[in-house]
């Protein structure tokens, strides 16, 4: 029974990226849901919260307990898409602020058992290509998370409702796809069911360089995804609003290349370099905003603020590249859903800080992303 690698990874990356596509959907419709639900600018907020909290839960869940490497990955990929798929299409029908956030923590719990799990499925097929294939993965996750954006941006007449039901679908055949492929080959000899789950990598050095480094990336990443629309508008305040849609989708879209330029160079360089190349250059370009900001014309703002985006994630597929190496193969499913868990926590720790300092600072709030690169390239040490 051989599925050629190259397919499957083909296949994961593509469900990875129907999949992703229902973490922002409302953050896509925002005008239109505060219309729909009499919402206040605040209650906006509750929407995104939601997914966040239930995927550090869900994440919590299967890295703690092993589920990722105790059940099939390709069946609790699947199941989650559809679960996710369902919660988010019932927005249509939440009415307000209560029922639609109870669903968004449904859909982030969904979340985790799709992108974490979705790496083990990856590292299973290709572990002689691991950063490489990472690489596609993650930057499927890039365009996954910058997809709703361009839906509700291209109008196709179905109001916001379809741009939902599209999301769903996509994550819909997204689960199938995985489910049709299956699980990789085991490795040989065929390894223990781990009994700790992923607490027992943190146990392994050089799971905890890769994994210290990861943390310090995901402090600056998605703030950064936050703020790009925001500092956007403040550059282009005559930006309509499928304008600003469409600029938002290029501009946290442009990782997705990134990322595969950086599996081509992990394949030359190792992943351990990438990342380091990564840290480096987001770590300049938070500088270089944050002093030039205010002078710069519009054009090479822009420019320069795409570049950050493609450099603050062109390392995130190594560091799960590195941790994967690390771990057993019994332990990698566990260990990399649980790595995320605390990467996530401490996303979300970083825009619950620093976002409400945005109408004070402004663009000096680059200065605060810039610690988390810096630490990163600490953490990550000089190793080959």
């Known amino acids: 029974m051989s599925r050629r690698p190259p397919l499957a990874i083909l296949v994961i ?13 409302p953050n896509a419709l925002l005008a239109e849901l505060r ?7 605040d209650d906006l907020a509750w929407l995104t919260g939601a997914v966040q909290v239930g995927f550090l839960l869900g994440t919590l869940g299967i890295g703690l307990s092993g589920l990722a490497d105790r059940r099939d990955a390709s069946r609790v990929f699947a199941v989650c898409c559809v679960i996710g798929a369902a919660s988010n299409a019932a927005l249509v029908h939440a009415g307000g602020l209560g029922p639609a956030v109870a669903l968004r923590l449904i859909t982030g719990m969904a979340l985790a058992g799709i992108y974490p799990v979705g790496m083990k499925l990856m590292v299973g097929w290709a572990p002689e290509r ?12 890039v365009l996954g ?27 819909v055949t997204g689960g199938a796809g995985v489910d049709w492929l ?14 700790l789950g992923g607490l027992a990598a943190f146990r392994l050095p050089e799971f905890r360089r890769a994994a210290g480094a990861y943390f310090g990336h995901m402090w600056e990443l998605y703030t950064l995804w936050a703020l790009l629309p925001l500092w956007l508008l403040h550059a282009l305040p005559g930006l309509s609003t499928s ?42 370009c938070a500088t270089l905003y944050a002093l030039t900001a205010d002078t710069l ?28 190496r690390a771990c057993p193969a019994a332990l990698v499913g566990s260990a990399l859903t649980l790595q995320n868990a ?10 619950g800080l620093l976002l409400p300092w945005l109408p004070l600072l402004g663009q000096s709030l680059a200065w605060l992303l810039l610690p988390g690169p810096l630490l990163g390239l600490l953490a990550l040490g000089r190793g080959h």
């Open 13 to 25: 990356a593509l469900a990875e990226w129907f999949g992703t596509s229902l973490w922002f959907t």
């Open 35 to 41: 219309l729909a639900w009499a919402l206040d600018a």
């Open 130 to 141: 691991t950063g490489a294939a990472l690489a596609w993965l993650v930057g499927m996750l």
């Open 145 to 171: 998370t910058a997809m709703p954006h361009l839906l509700a941006a291209l109008d196709l007449g179905g109001g916001w409702q379809l741009t939902l039901w599209l999301a769903s679908l996509l994550a």
């Open 182 to 195: 299956g699980e990789a080959p085991p490795p040989e000899p065929c390894p223990s069911r781990p009994r």
């Open 243 to 284: 304008g600003a849609a469409l600029a938002s989708f290029a501009l946290i879209a442009v990782g997705a290349p990134g990322c595969w330029l950086g599996g081509w160079l992990s394949q030359r360089h190792g992943s351990r370099s990438v990342a380091r190349w990564g840290l480096a250059g987001s770590a300049l």
């Open 297 to 324: 014309p519009t054009a090479a703002l822009i420019v320069l603020l795409g570049a950050w985006s493609l450099l603050a994630v062109i390392d995130s597929p190594h560091f799960s590249a590195l941790s994967a």
């Open 342 to 351: 605390i990467g996530f926590a401490i996303s979300a720790l970083s825009l």
